[in-house]
């Protein structure tokens, strides 16, 4: 059946499917006006664990939110089950292109006919991933940051979207305290996150020159910017292994660019230092509850 806006989406749930990192993060934001989010994970402790943050953050998140208002999360370890009624999809798995390739030729079989399916990938341009798809003017890519803190979202079209689904999703999600922002042609890391992906790799070769230290560096960020954070901070929190996974991305599209910054990576990586998930990244979480 061909695409068509989504309609009484006020009564139609969302679906994530990952309640990893972010996963986690874009439920608490689409839930934040009394709606409801269904979260899919394989794994139980995940969606457990998702829910917990949800539950813990929401009182706070609300106090910003025009209308805000607890919503109700669901948990579910089969998409399949969780798809059908939902107005919009939004992707949270792993950053494997072959992963999103299958997951969303099987989302477009089983979402409603006029559900918005959207990908979170950090550096996947939804182009890349519509393969299997046969609705593409539903499929767009959405990519939070880190929200609450960070509510910017990159917004664009996979090529063939509709051309009504970003300036309403942009709307749609202003409700919920996060503002999209439009790459108005394809981009890997679209708009915000190619510029933050210069300022990573960067920061990753000073230390892997033997130029400075993450503490440093995050130390002159902050003084020079006046924020409460570095970047090696908010590496920790994204965690190692995505960022990883990432700069792989752009040195695939990009040859030449430097390899010392996975080089890096891999060291911790192979410790089991993946950042705040594991206890311990560049610096060390252990001690925190
Ligand atoms: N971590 C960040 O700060 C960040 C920021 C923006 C975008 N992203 C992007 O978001 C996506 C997810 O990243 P993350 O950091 O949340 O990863 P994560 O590893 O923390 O979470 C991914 C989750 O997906 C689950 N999963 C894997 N396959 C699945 C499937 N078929 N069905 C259901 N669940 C499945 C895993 O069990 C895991 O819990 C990636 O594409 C990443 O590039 C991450």
Redesign the pocket.
Known sequence: MAFTMPTNIESRPVTV???????RKIALMLSNRGGTVRV????PE?REAAKAYVDEMTPTVIKSIDGGKAGTIELFDD?ADAVPGSWLVVE????KKD?KVS?FGELDKIADADAILAT????YASEEIIGEVEHPERVCNV????PPELPAADLMSCGQTDEQVLPFLKEELAKHGVYGFVAAKKSTGFIFNRIWAAIKRECLSVVADGVSTPQDIDQMWMINFGMSWGPFQLMD???LD?VR??ELHYMDERPGLPTNTIELLDEYIARGDLGK?SGKGFYDYSQES
């Open positions: 499917i990952g309640g990893g990192t972010l996963g899919v994970d394989k794994i995940v998409m949270a798995v792993p950053e992963l997951l979170n990938s950090s550096s990519h939070f940051y880190q929190k994204v965690g995505v996974d990432i998930k």
